[in-house]
């Protein structure tokens, strides 16, 4: 009982202190990856560490879906990748509207590649890591329109290089 105390007491005491804020998102991902390009999606959890009038700092966890199609070489193949990720984010809003932000993340990628003509199907955890910079517009109090580049790399799966370029456009609701 007392630890379960101490533990709402603290965690209390670090939203006071932080002045954060919850914010929920969803990301439509142009994805250029070593097969060619797919449209993938991300769902996102915010925790805003921070709220001043200029520069922010936010922690977020994301989970991809991307998917990987196409041909290397001769050998035609299908597969996905899901990185789980912890990103940490710079705001800078030097406006009500207008902001741009930076960030770095890491987690783990949940890969699945099938070489199509052997039918070989490999499945793989591996580490995964981005970085991230991009704008975003607010366009009422809590509704924000982000527009981004990110690199994303969820390692080697089947001969496949688990290199993605992708143009993040996404939407976030903050409580």
Sequence with gaps: MKNRLFSVSLTLL???ICNGSLSIGLSLLYDNNDLGSEIGFAPKVDWQITDN??????????LDFLSMEGKKGV????????PLMLNYLMDWNPGD???LYA???IGLSF?????????????????????????????????KINLGYRH???????DVEGGHNI???GFRFQF
């Excluded at 050998?75 to 996905?80: A, E, H």
């Excluded at 890969?111 to 910079?133: G, I, P, R």
């Excluded at 994303?152 to 089947?158: F, I, M, R």
């Design 103 to 105: 960030g770095a993340g």
């Design 111 to 143: 890969n699945s590649m099938t070489n199509e003509a052997s039918k070989k199907e490999v499945e793989s955890t591996d580490f995964a890591w981005q970085f991230q910079l991009g704008t975003s517009l607010t366009f009422a109090e809590s509704y």
């Design 53 to 62: 009038d200029s520069l922010n700092h936010t922690l977020q966890a994301e």
């Design 97 to 99: 509207i207008f902001g």
């Design 75 to 82: 050998v035609m193949y299908d597969g996905s990748a899901k």
């Design 152 to 158: 994303l790399n969820t390692a080697e799966v089947n």
């Design 14 to 16: 670090l939203v006071t």
């Design 167 to 169: 143009i993040d456009l």
